[in-house]
């Protein structure tokens, strides 16, 4: 079974935090919540009190994840982007083949840690300026290698199906994409 880390940090964006969440378990992906506050519960960008499954000092290292994942809003982003332990953790992950993923502001992190040189990839529109060596593509997602990044909320269902699609195939993820009338809502005008 795949294995998928994400961080949060307060003032996360709900969305782009619990749907991919959602979307993988229900796929059969075995996917931690991490705090990175201090403690498990986490302010949403809203207001919203969460609780994490675990907090990163009690996660370990992270050396069996298939993907680390950050979702964005604000100050979510920022607080996520001066956590050095989530900065080091996503290098590594990405430095050792496996896949990232950051949505909306967050992709800011992996500007920030340099692993976006020569990369395509979007964000939230406006923040394009802290993709550092990257190519905006304003795409509701963009993979490149290792690499996905999506757009905002209303990206969030498409870049979880998409993560997902990397761990159980196409084929299963259309028939979840039906089960959650996803496809149903793609053909409606």
């Known amino acids: 079974m795949a294995k998928v880390y994400e961080f949060l940090a307060n003032g996360f964006e709900e969305?782009?935090?619990?749907?991919?969440?959602?979307?993988?378990r229900r796929g059969g992906v075995d996917?931690?919540?991490?705090?990175v506050t201090g403690k498990r519960e986490v302010e949403t960008s809203h207001g919203i009190t969460i609780l994490?499954?675990?907090?990163?000092?009690?996660?370990g290292k992270f050396d069996d994840a298939d993907l680390l994942m950050i979702p964005g809003g604000m100050p979510g982003s920022t607080n996520l982007n001066a956590h050095d332990g989530v900065r080091d953790?996503?290098?590594?992950q990405y430095e050792s083949g496996k896949r990232v993923a950051a949505i909306c502001a967050a992709p800011m992190v992996l500007g920030s840690i340099g692993i976006l040189n020569g990369k395509r990839a979007t964000c939230s529109p406006g923040f394009q300026k802290y993709l550092t060596g990257a190519e905006y593509t304003g795409e509701l997602y963009t993979v490149d290698g290792n690499i996905i990044t999506g757009e905002g909320p209303?990206?969030?269902?498409?870049?979880?199906?998409?993560i997902l699609?990397?761990?159980i195939g196409d084929d299963k993820v259309k028939a979840l994409q039906t089960k959650m009338q996803y496809t149903h809502l793609m053909q409606s005008k």
């Open 15 to 24: 969305i782009e935090g619990l749907a991919p969440v959602d979307i993988l």
């Open 31 to 35: 996917v931690t919540t991490v705090s």
């Open 52 to 59: 994490a499954d675990t907090t990163f000092e009690e996660a």
């Open 89 to 92: 953790a996503m290098r590594r």
């Open 154 to 162: 209303c990206a969030t269902l498409p870049y979880a199906y998409k």
């Open 165 to 167: 699609s990397f761990f």
